[in-house]
């Protein structure tokens, strides 16, 4: 079982910053993937960045590439997602994802396992 804690979120104005943190609990998967995904007020939830726990490969979604890091600290079991020039189509609740025990469909939510509760980030014009 893997528990998943974010913090970080909160509301700023458009090209201001913001670092989520998810700390990630429980049992330690060696090929894991691990998330952040977004959902918007009537909008599906939409994958933002991903890290590969094996080899820390990073992928990223179009809509963010160049402003959004994601990354992770093994020593405090936490990820990061580093979100600089930030936009008003940003806001949205940000989730946490742990895919288990492999990592195949890094896009599709339905594939990881574990989520955690949330934390919502405001942009505001």
């Known amino acids: 079982q893997v528990q998943l804690l974010e913090s970080g979120g909160g509301s700023v104005q458009a090209g201001g910053s913001l670092r989520l943190s998810c700390v990630v609990s429980?049992?330690?998967?060696?090929?894991?993937?691990l998330a952040w995904f977004r959902q918007a007020p009537g909008k599906e939830r939409e994958g933002v960045a991903v890290i590969r726990a094996e080899g820390g490969t990073t992928y990223y979604a179009d809509s963010v590439k160049g402003r959004f890091t994601i990354s992770r600290d093994n020593a405090k079991n936490t990820l990061y997602l580093q979100m600089n020039s930030l936009k008003p189509e940003d806001t949205a609740m940000y989730y946490c994802?742990?895919?288990?025990?492999?990592?195949?469909?890094?896009?599709?939510?339905?594939?990881?396992?574990?989520w955690g509760q949330g934390t919502q980030v405001t942009v505001s014009s």
């Open positions: 994802g742990h895919s288990g025990d492999f990592c195949s469909s890094i896009w599709q939510r339905s594939f990881y396992r574990y």
């Open positions: 429980g049992y330690t998967y060696s090929r894991t993937c």
